[in-house]
């Protein structure tokens, strides 16, 4: 990096440069990570608010309390869509449910506490449990609606079950988890029950206003103590915006942290972060604002007939099927003579992402789509694209990897690698891991991880990774 010090349209034209083989982040074609309301003026408030905040500081709310008020509206905003509450605004999902199993296990004071969770819950509670010392207990779905059973939860829970996990919906197949029934189940045995609604707690009400059926699942109903809800999902705002709402404000102070045991300043954190830019918080406080009641359900009616044609579309592509029946906007499909991975090279060559997901727990490999009010405009066309990539796969045919890579990579020490080497195995078989190199085919690294055990695609994400940054 060049530290000599540059004029502002240098450095722009280089942020330019830099993002070129980047995914794009408007227009839809990207059916993951990014959220799009296709109205630039939304996101041009949002972009405003977030640089005005910048670079105030959340650290101390007394010296900021422009922090409070914003956060007291965003929070208020989704407590009263949610059932209410008591909310602390965070930097997204995975700290939100970190929080959450904080509150939890502080509470609980088990000497081996334990996390009970579907196998669909999404890895950030694997992660806050990693990080929280709790071991996670995950319990089977049923493969045919891909939702938990509350009688397995039930038969999970023991007396050092700390927390019990449902989504609504579960990020997989876009299915809600039977709600009612898992809170009733940790009710019953006296153990608090989170409910991620990361992705779905600012969709939900929406799609059910618009008339979509949505079953009970937030902090109304009995027995659900707390639960996560991003904004910088469905609720539109620049990423690194969540909210997580406890039902008693006592389990929020328990995920706060507070230490006095230093000669500096107070130390009192409502996150994990202690420093950190109110700008994201200014960000979805203008989203908020500038989409209003309206401007969601909008969203949410186009959303919701978006999935609908998706879905049906999907279904009338020969060896393609939606597997569940996702109550959400998301949608994920399986290939029956398709080789999914290579359709999703076949898409992205096309200028369309469509998120790969491996096999695990007796459910398929498919690919994911996210569906956001913008997809609609744009749904015959990505059908189009998945009927012709579909095609083209078929008659590529399916990665045959060559005999015995799998067993090679599986008894690898890849700990012992240094990042070169890793970079030689990969190109060994196509990844071009060098800087640069544009957006690459996955569909023979997503055949390998998908034939490797959940330990062992572990351990090859983490040098994926490593290697990547160098």
Not at 112 to 119: E, H, R, S
Not at 142 to 161: F, G, K, N, P
Not at 322 to 330: A, D, R, T
Not at 366 to 393: D, F, Q, R, Y
């Given at each position: 990096m060049?530290l000599e010090?540059?004029?502002?349209?240098?450095l722009?034209?280089e942020?330019?440069?830099l993002?070129?083989?980047?995914?794009?982040v408007r227009g839809?074609?990207v059916?993951?990570?990014?959220?799009d309301?296709?109205r630039?003026e939304v996101?041009e408030?949002a972009a405003r608010?977030?640089a005005?905040?910048l670079e105030?500081?959340?650290?101390d709310?007394?010296a900021?309390?422009s922090?409070v008020?914003?956060?007291?509206?965003?929070?208020g905003a989704v407590?009263?869509?949610?059932g209410g509450?008591?909310?602390i605004f965070?930097s997204g999902?995975?700290?939100?449910?970190?929080l959450?199993?904080?509150?939890?296990?502080d509470?609980?004071a088990k000497?081996?506490p334990k996390?009970?969770?579907?196998?669909?819950?999404h890895?950030?509670?694997?992660?806050?449990?990693?990080?929280l010392?709790?071991?996670?207990?995950a319990?089977p779905?049923d493969l045919?609606?891909?939702r938990v059973r509350?009688?397995?939860?039930?038969?999970a829970?023991d007396?050092?079950?700390?927390?019990?996990?449902a989504?609504?919906p579960?990020?997989?197949q876009?299915?809600?988890d039977p709600?009612e029934?898992?809170?009733?189940a940790?009710?019953?045995?006296?153990?608090?029950?989170?409910?991620?609604?990361?992705?779905?707690?600012?969709l939900l009400?929406w799609?059910?206003e618009?008339?979509a059926?949505?079953?009970?699942?937030?902090?109304s109903?009995?027995?659900?103590?707390?639960?996560?809800?991003?904004?910088?999902?469905?609720?539109y705002?620049?990423?690194?915006?969540?909210?997580?709402l406890?039902?008693?404000?006592a389990?929020?102070?328990?995920?706060?942290?507070?230490s006095?045991?230093?000669?500096?300043?107070?130390i009192?954190?409502?996150t994990?972060?202690s420093s950190r830019?109110?700008?994201?918080?200014?960000?979805?406080?203008?989203?908020?604002?500038?989409l209003?009641?309206?401007?969601y359900?909008?969203?949410?009616?186009n959303?919701?007939?978006a999935t609908l044609?998706?879905?049906?579309?999907?279904?009338?592509?020969?060896g393609?099927?939606?597997l569940g029946e996702?109550e959400s906007s998301?949608?994920a499909?399986a290939?029956?003579g398709i080789?999914v991975?290579v359709l999703?090279?076949?898409?992205?060559?096309?200028g369309?992402f469509l998120q790969p997901q491996?096999?695990?727990a007796?459910?398929?490999?498919?690919l994911h789509i996210?569906v956001?009010?913008v997809?609609?405009?744009?749904?015959e066309?990505?059908?189009?694209v998945?009927?012709?990539s579909?095609?083209?796969?078929r008659?590529?045919g399916?990665?045959?990897?060559p005999?015995?890579?799998?067993?090679?990579?599986?008894g690898?020490?890849?700990?012992?690698?240094?990042?070169?080497?890793?970079?030689?195995?990969a190109a060994?078989?196509?990844?071009?891991?060098?800087?640069?190199?544009?957006?690459?085919?996955?569909?023979?690294v997503n055949?390998?991880l998908?034939a490797l055990?959940?330990a062992g695609?572990?351990?090859?994400?983490?040098?994926?990774l490593?290697?990547?940054y160098?």
């Amino acid at each position: 990096m060049n530290l000599e010090g540059r004029t502002v349209e240098d450095l722009l034209a280089e942020v330019t440069r830099l993002k070129e083989h980047d995914l794009p982040v408007r227009g839809g074609q990207v059916t993951a990570y990014v959220y799009d309301t296709g109205r630039p003026e939304v996101h041009e408030a949002a972009a405003r608010a977030y640089a005005e905040m910048l670079e105030v500081n959340c650290l101390d709310p007394t010296a900021f309390p422009s922090v409070v008020e914003m956060e007291r509206q965003v929070v208020g905003a989704v407590a009263d869509l949610l059932g209410g509450g008591h909310g602390i605004f965070t930097s997204g999902g995975t700290e939100s449910i970190m929080l959450a199993v904080k509150a939890a296990r502080d509470a609980a004071a088990k000497a081996a506490p334990k996390l009970v969770l579907p196998v669909t819950a999404h890895p950030a509670f694997h992660k806050a449990a990693h990080y929280l010392g709790v071991e996670v207990v995950a319990v089977p779905v049923d493969l045919e609606t891909y939702r938990v059973r509350a009688s397995d939860v039930a038969r999970a829970i023991d007396e050092d079950t700390i927390l019990v996990v449902a989504s609504a919906p579960s990020y997989p197949q876009g299915v809600i988890d039977p709600i009612e029934e898992v809170a009733a189940a940790a009710a019953a045995a006296g153990v608090p029950c989170h409910v991620d609604a990361c992705v779905g707690g600012w969709l939900l009400p929406w799609l059910r206003e618009a008339g979509a059926t949505v079953p009970p699942f937030d902090l109304s109903v009995p027995g659900v103590t707390s639960l996560s809800c991003d904004l910088h999902k469905f609720g539109y705002a620049p990423k690194g915006a969540s909210v997580v709402l406890f039902a008693d404000p006592a389990m929020r102070r328990r995920a706060y942290f507070a230490s006095a045991a230093w000669p500096g300043y107070t130390i009192i954190n409502a996150t994990v972060q202690s420093s950190r830019s109110a700008g994201p918080l200014g960000g979805a406080w203008a989203t908020l604002a500038a989409l209003g009641r309206e401007g969601y359900l909008e969203l949410g009616r186009n959303a919701l007939e978006a999935t609908l044609r998706l879905r049906e579309g999907i279904a009338a592509i020969p060896g393609l099927r939606v597997l569940g029946e996702p109550e959400s906007s998301l949608v994920a499909f399986a290939g029956d003579g398709i080789d999914v991975f290579v359709l999703a090279d076949e898409a992205r060559a096309r200028g369309w992402f469509l998120q790969p997901q491996l096999s695990y727990a007796g459910i398929p490999a498919n690919l994911h789509i996210t569906v956001t009010g913008v997809t609609l405009a744009g749904v015959e066309a990505l059908l189009k694209v998945i009927a012709e990539s579909a095609g083209a796969a078929r008659r590529r045919g399916p990665v045959v990897l060559p005999d015995g890579l799998v067993e090679l990579v599986a008894g690898m020490d890849l700990a012992a690698l240094d990042d070169a080497t890793f970079a030689e195995l990969a190109a060994s078989v196509g990844v071009d891991l060098r800087p640069g190199k544009g957006q690459p085919e996955m569909a023979v690294v997503n055949t390998i991880l998908d034939a490797l055990p959940a330990a062992g695609r572990e351990a090859v994400l983490v040098r994926f990774l490593s290697t990547l940054y160098g």
